[in-house]
């Protein structure tokens, strides 16, 4: 079965950067995860206190599966949402971060509320994604965006990962 490569990480440290550069590195289609939400109409409302979409995890999973089954090639799939999906249908977890001054920055050019900014920081702080990336015992590792990002050195390391 063809597996996917998932990039997640807080708002603001880089995914969709990485993602779309690591899927043309690769050759692997790239998978938006906020045009699926679109496209299938996945949003459940708003949520006005915390600026944000609605979107029932399972119901994403259960498209993305199917994406991922129909595919002929891995996927990489961008969103901070994507590190849901069962183990079986991840073959790599990357997460992104990077340091807190620098995503403070990256948020406010998104003009992002004062208390949106403080919630991202404080789940960027608290590795909120990390632990729910540990608790779906994913294969991952980190990305520090506010390096350097070494994409040779990257893509090696993806290919051994994912040839575990």
């Given at each position: ?24 590195l ?79 920055s ?10 949106k ?27 520090d965006?506010?390096?350097?990002i ?15």
């Amino acid at each position: 079965m063809k597996k996917a490569i998932v990039v997640t990480g807080t708002p603001g440290t880089g995914k969709t950067t990485l993602a779309k550069r690591l899927s043309k590195l690769l050759g692997y289609p790239y998978v938006d995860v906020n045009d699926i939400i679109l496209r299938y109409g996945l949003s459940e409302g708003y949520d006005k206190e915390r600026d944000c979409k609605i979107v029932d995890t399972k119901e994403l999973n259960k498209i993305l599966i199917d994406i991922i089954r129909s595919s002929d090639s891995p996927l990489v799939i961008d969103s901070h949402l994507a590190h849901f999906l069962p183990k079986r249908f991840v073959s790599l977890c990357i997460i992104t971060r990077c340091n807190l001054k620098l995503l403070r920055s990256r948020l406010k050019r998104r003009h992002y509320s004062d208390e949106k900014i403080a919630e991202n920081l404080e789940s960027e702080i608290m590795e909120v994604i990390p632990d729910e990336v540990f608790k779906k015992k994913h294969n991952f590792f980190f990305v520090d965006t506010d390096k350097k990002i070494d994409y040779k050195k990257l893509v090696k390391k993806i290919i051994l990962a994912c040839s575990e």
